[in-house]
Each structure stands twice: as C-alpha cells, then as structure tokens.
C-alpha cells in the first residue's frame, strides 16, 4: 500500500537576534546566520537577508530544475547560475515604502549536460510552473527573466 504524502504542510521555524543587525535562524539541523555587512553597521558573518532571498530563488531552480528534468527525462548535468537583481532601495533606508523592492531580476541558468536546447527549454517551462520561489517573485511584482541555455 502507497503512503499518501500531505499536499499542505505547516512549517515551524525559531530565530533570535544576537545584535541589532544578526539574526540565527533554526531550521532543522541547520543554523543560517543572516547579517549586515560592515558598511551597514553589521559584522558580516553572514549574509544579508536580501541576499538570503536571492539565494533561496537560485537553490530552488536547482532543485526544481532537477526534478522536473528527472520527470521528464531530460540529461541536464548540473547547472551553473548567473544572477542579476534591480533592487529599490528607498524602502530598506526608510525614505518610503515601496510595494515592489526587487523590480526585477535576470537569472541565466547554464546547463553542462547531453540535453538539445529543445530539451532544456521544456525543463526550463516545468520549473517555471513549479518553483516556489519563482512564484513568489512573480506574484509580488518583480519582473522576472529566466534564460536557460546549454553551456
């Protein structure tokens, strides 16, 4: 007999703040530490926690990529990212606020496996229909470009 997996989960994380700019997240097994730069008043131990948003959009595709390249049985090797973000800064130095803050955001993912480029593209549609984070950008507004190419 099939387990049947939870569709919807609820997800319980903790954190405190060690300084007026670091944060210590748990997350499982795991302790991300999220900072400032000292130019900003932080120690740098970490990264910001736009920089951590930007990540999270790179680690998905990853993983999404993947997934939907395994489903469809598509080789893609691994891939490699290049990312750019037009961030509107005016709501982070409390000028005002701003609904949109990363206007928008440019990712070329690189793919070094067997995969045609026809093959890649049809990766490259699934995980936009997939990727959690993706969809979050979107609906917030950002402008989103996401360019998959054989490296």
């Not at 700019?21 to 910001?48: C, F, K, L």
């Not at 890649?120 to 507004?141: H, M, N, W």
Request: glycine share 8%.
């Amino acid at each position: 007999m099939a387990i049947k997996q939870k569709t919807t989960l609820t997800l319980k994380y903790s954190g405190k703040g060690t300084s007026h700019s670091r944060s210590e997240v748990t997350m499982g097994n795991h302790m991300p530490v999220i900072d400032e730069p000292a130019a900003r008043g932080g120690t740098d131990e970490g990264v910001s926690p736009t920089e951590m948003a930007y990540a999270a959009l790179i680690g998905c595709t990853n993983v999404i990529g993947n997934k939907c390249a395994e489903k469809l049985g598509v080789d893609i090797g691994h891939l490699d990212f290049a990312m750019e973000v037009d961030f509107d800064r005016r709501g982070v130095l409390l000028m005002e606020e701003v609904n949109v803050p990363f206007t928008a955001i440019r990712l070329n993912v690189s793919v070094n496996g067997p995969a045609t480029q026809a093959d890649i593209d049809r990766v490259a549609v699934e995980t936009d229909k997939f990727c959690p984070i993706s969809k979050l950008y979107e609906q917030a507004g950002t402008k989103m470009t996401v360019t998959w190419r054989k490296a």
